[in-house]
Each structure stands twice: as C-alpha cells, then as structure tokens.
C-alpha cells in the first residue's frame, strides 16, 4: 500500500479484491481475445460498482469531519449517489441529491432504491452533464447544505471535479486497484495485455492509469468514453491522473496523448443507448450469465467488440474488462432493453 494513501482516512465499504473470472464463452463468441472480467460489480455495496472504492475514502474523510449528511450531484440514474445514499445509511448519515434530468427520470432503477433508502432527491430540469462541473451546481449544493446546517446538521458536499477533496479522494481509491490486479494476474498466472473500462468523468481510468503506472504495469489501460468526446475526456482524464499524482506525491505525470481512449462506441451521448451496447448486454448475459448496464459497460463493452472487429485486440493478446457495476439501471431502460 502507497505511504500516501494508508495515511487517508478510510471505511470499509466494499468486499476485496473483487474476483477476476474467465470469460471463455465470450471470448470465443467475438473470435476474440482472451477475455477476463473484473467483477467490481460484485463489491458488495448497494449493488456493487466502481463507486465502493471512491466511497471508502471520501466517507473516510466525511466522518473524521463529524458529517450528519451527505449532498451531491450527478444524472438522474447516478450509480454514484446510490451508492453514496447506501454507505451512508451504513454510517449513520443520511443524504440529499440534486441531480441533472436524464434518461430515464422515473422512480424505477437507481431511483427506485434511492426512494427506498428515504434520500432526498430534487431532480433539476436541465440536462446539461458539463454543468456538473461548473458553478450552478456548485451554488445549488451550497444551498441545500446552508439549509441543512440551519436545522443543525453538519453537511458535507461532494463534488466531482477537481480540485475538491472528493475528486482526489476517489481517485485515490482506484490507484489500489492496479496492484490488486497485478496479484491476481501473477496468482492466475496471466500475462495481460490490455485492461478495457468505461470512461465517465474518468476519474476511475485516473486512479488505474496512476496505479499502473506506479507499479509499472506491463499492461496499458484502454478507455471507452461514455461521457465525453475524446478530446474532453483525455483531457479531463490525464488532468485528473496529474492532480492525483500530486495529491499522493508520486511525482507521476502524464500527457493526455498518453492515454489511450476509444469515443467512437459512445453514440448519439451519455445515458443514450446505442445498439452495439444494447447487443453487448445480451451478449455477455447470453454467454456469461453476467448482466452489464445501459450507460457504463455496455458501451465499453461494445468497445471491447468493435476493438477486436477492427484489429486493436488481436486473437493472441489477453484483456481484463472492468464491470464497473451499474447494473440497477438497467431496469429503468426497460423500454430500450425489452425486445
Ligand atoms: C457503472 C459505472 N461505470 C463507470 C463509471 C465511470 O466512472 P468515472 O466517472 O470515474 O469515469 C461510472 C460512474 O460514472 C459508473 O457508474
């Protein structure tokens, strides 16, 4: 463990190391590489996702500053705020969301569980994503936390974009998870080539492309953008590896044509789904019994596909796909999903 981060405030939220399985069927369905898949779905918390190990640390820091209550922002369907709204039940905190209109705004999928869980939610009619990381979001979670702390409670907000603690602290959290897979990889004895995932605001890819680079990685991570157009997302991904490498004093640092990132299998834009997901989603149940969601692994899935049709991923080479979870919303894409 890096100095730097087992000095970080921390809870447990999530079962690890999350397994790493074969999947062999698919693997010969695409006439693909050899396919193995990162269940970070299965972490445990609210469902599973990428989400637990970001938590782990930005709650962390959260209960050492006594939080009552949890504010924060995303789309509609966010795995993120789920899975906020669930390990702070866990801590004894409860939560509030603004959140941008998407997709799919029905109390069903994430939001049925948010409804569950009794978290408030305030769903703001603009759908813009950029706006997440500007001022109006900002103001609007400052509000609801001034409100809160009128009637006592002791709020902490949680915003994505740096350079907010909960950014860096999520980051964080997924610098771990190229060592954990070097273990599992040498355990295994794999020799792995490629590790393919979904690409948000992309602070996960940060946090694996910092730890990768850490424990210098044979392999190089792949990312499927699901949020932004290549340019933006190299761009908001390489900064956030530089600003976590600076957080951690790793004295790492990356350009972003350095990363590799694949837009092309994003379609028409977040939350939207294409057919090539929306296939990758039967594929994989079909051949893994393994479900993918709508927004995140199914388009980075799909990636994975189109990779191997177009020679990016050869026959011989080994890939890790992250299942970085989600898989509730699924349920609320029913009219897309259902044939
Ligand atoms: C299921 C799932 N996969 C992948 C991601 C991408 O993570 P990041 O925003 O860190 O790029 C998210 C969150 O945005 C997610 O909910």
């Known amino acids: 463990m890096i100095d730097s981060i087992a000095r970080l405030p921390r809870v447990s939220l999530g079962f690890y190391p999350t397994p790493l399985t074969d999947a062999r069927h698919l693997s010969s369905a695409i006439g693909g590489p050899r396919i ?3 269940r970070e779905d299965l972490s445990g918390l609210a469902m599973g996702g990428n989400k637990a190990r970001k938590l782990e640390f930005i709650l962390g820091e959260a209960q050492k500053q006594g939080a009552t209550r949890l504010i924060s922002t995303a789309s509609a369907q966010s795995n993120f705020c789920l899975q906020t709204a669930a390990a702070g039940r ?36 603009v759908g813009d994503m950029s706006l997440l990381r500007g001022s109006f979001i ?35 959290g997924w610098v771990t998870v190229a060592e954990e897979l070097n273990q599992q ?3 295994m004895g794999l020799n792995v080539d490629y590790v393919v995932l979904a690409n948000g605001g992309g602070g996960t890819q940060a946090g694996l492309e910092l730890g990768a680079r850490y424990v210098n990685a044979k392999w190089k991570v792949v990312g499927v953008p699901v949020l932004n157009r290549n ?15 600076d957080f951690l004093g790793l004295g790492i640092t990356v350009a972003p044509e350095e990363l590799e990132l694949h837009d092309e299998f994003l379609g028409e834009g977040y939350g939207i789904p294409t057919p090539e997901g929306l296939e990758a989603i039967r594929q994989v149940a079909q051949t893994e019994g393994i479900f993918l969601d709508p927004v995140y692994t199914a388009k980075a899935m799909a990636g994975l596909v189109g990779l ?23 349920f609320a894409y029913q009219p897309e999903v259902v044939r």
């Open 36 to 38: 193995f898949i990162k």
């Open 90 to 125: 866990k801590l004894g905190m409860k939560s509030s969301f603004a959140l941008l209109k998407g997709v799919h705004n029905e109390v069903q999928g994430n939001l049925l569980l948010q409804n569950v869980l009794d978290s408030d939610v305030e769903i703001l009619d």
């Open 138 to 172: 900002a103001d609007k979670l400052s509000e609801i936390a001034e409100d809160k702390r009128s009637k006592g409670e002791n709020p902490y907000v949680l915003l994505h974009n740096l350079p907010e603690l909960p950014a860096l602290l999520g980051i964080a």
């Open 185 to 187: 990889f040498e355990r």
């Open 231 to 245: 340019e933006t997302a190299l761009k908001l991904t390489s900064d956030q590896v530089n600003a976590g490498a």
């Open 308 to 330: 191997t049709k177009t020679g990016r991923f050869k026959p011989t080479d080994t890939v890790v796909f992250v299942h970085t979870g989600g898989v509730p919303a699924l």
